[in-house]
């Protein structure tokens, strides 16, 4: 159980970096549709109130990766924590969490360096 939330903790960190290829250098995101790079109809401007605002998640390629994210980092802590690897609020608590936001900045820099960018 402990493995399965760090794969998907690690494959959370991968799409952060997706996230920050698509705002800070979408040139070189490795997918080049108008939806991953909201441009043309999918531009803020000409989205329906439904997709600005309640399906935001459908709405762009970033929105989407932020909701994988934030579904995959539930799902990872929700695992971690039943599976007895996190507890109540302690010093090893504390230390394991610096150890996970290790892991999730590490796997942030390869899926930004190496897995969403197109070199």
């Known amino acids: 159980m402990l493995l399965l939330g760090l794969i998907l903790f690690i494959i959370a960190g991968f799409i ?3 996230m920050d290829v698509l705002i800070y250098d979408n040139n070189s995101f490795i997918f080049k549709s108008d939806w ?3 441009k043309g109809k999918y531009s803020w401007d000409k989205r329906t109130w439904l997709k600005k605002y309640f399906l935001s998640f459908i709405s762009n390629g970033w929105h989407f990766l932020k909701f994988i994210y934030i579904i995959l980092m ?3 802590i929700s ?3 039943f599976s007895g690897y996190l507890h109540i609020i302690s ?3 504390i230390i394991k ?3 996970l936001y290790i892991i999730e900045g590490s796997a942030f820099e390869i899926g930004y360096n190496y ?3 197109k070199k």
């Open 79 to 81: 695992i971690m924590c």
């Open 115 to 117: 897995i969403f960018i």
């Open 91 to 93: 010093f090893g608590f």
């Open 36 to 38: 991953w790079l909201s």
């Open 16 to 18: 952060n970096g997706g």
């Open 97 to 99: 969490i610096i150890i």
């Open 74 to 76: 539930l799902l990872s």
